[in-house]
């Protein structure tokens, strides 16, 4: 069975330090993962995806995060948070060439402080 | 439309009534998807639809929901009979055909709340 975890409710960072929002996964095959943030009374927005290649994926407002097959993980980093980062977080997966709806995350609320 | 239009945005209604909600997909986007969002919760799947196959409907909670889809455009969602555990918010997506790699694109939701 495919799942996705992410193991924090909430993270809270001072603006202008690095942030990390935690993502781990199960699926038998490979992966296509995602993730996307959603701002209050709004849909969810693409941020960045893994399908193949390089696992170190750049995405928009200078997100990215790093694909490590050996820790199941797919955790999304910024080095400087900015207070408009601050939304629920979702990471989600599709198994390749398998089903086609995504499976999310329970998601991440990340607060930004000025 | 630039991006995938959901309506109404919000909807109240009293325990027992129908609802449908619609769903208006980017243009050239042949998947759509319905997913239910409870408060505090991730997202679950409800329905795919992939051009002219057969819908996936492994996702709906019970035969009170229903979907249909015209062609590669506008798709409804039917709730019947409504319960106050259906209040939640109901997110459309859709997506450009092709491979799984394609990401999804969400409507902004159409809030539904039971009384």
């Known amino acids: 069975a495919q799942s996705v975890a992410q193991p924090e409710d909430q993270v809270n960072v001072a603006e202008g330090n690095p942030l990390t929002v935690k993502c781990t996964y199960s699926?038998?095959?490979?992966?296509?993962l995602f993730w996307y943030v959603q701002y209050p009374n709004r849909g969810l927005q693409f941020l960045l995806k893994?399908?193949?290649?390089?696992?170190l994926v750049k995405g928009s407002y200078g997100f990215e995060a790093e694909f490590n097959k050996s820790q199941t993980s797919f955790h999304l980093k910024k080095p400087s948070a900015l207070v408009s980062d601050s939304g629920l977080y979702f990471c989600?997966?599709?198994?390749?060439?398998?089903?086609?709806?995504?499976?999310f995350g329970a998601g991440t609320r990340l607060a930004v402080h000025p | 439309g630039a991006g995938v239009s959901q309506s109404p945005s919000n909807k109240v209604t009293e325990k027992g009534k129908d609802v449908e909600l619609r769903c208006d997909p980017i243009?050239?986007?042949?998947?759509l998807y319905w997913y239910r969002q409870r408060l505090g919760q991730g997202l679950e799947f409800l329905i795919y639809?992939?051009?002219?196959?057969?819908?996936?409907k492994s996702g709906l909670p019970s035969d009170r929901f229903s979907a249909e889809r015209t062609g590669e455009s506008v798709s409804t969602l039917t709730i019947q009979r409504t319960q106050q555990e259906d209040s939640a918010v109901y997110l459309c997506?859709?997506?450009?055909?092709?491979?799984?790699?394609?990401?999804?694109?969400f409507g902004d939701g159409t809030r539904l709340s039971i009384l």
């Open positions: 243009s050239g986007h042949t998947a």
């Open positions: 639809f992939q051009g002219n196959s057969a819908p996936d």
């Open positions: 989600a997966l599709r198994r390749e060439g398998g089903y086609n709806k995504l499976i």
């Open positions: 699926v038998s095959g490979n992966p296509y």
């Open positions: 893994y399908i193949t290649g390089d696992n």
């Open positions: 997506a859709s997506s450009k055909p092709g491979t799984a790699n394609q990401p999804q694109h």
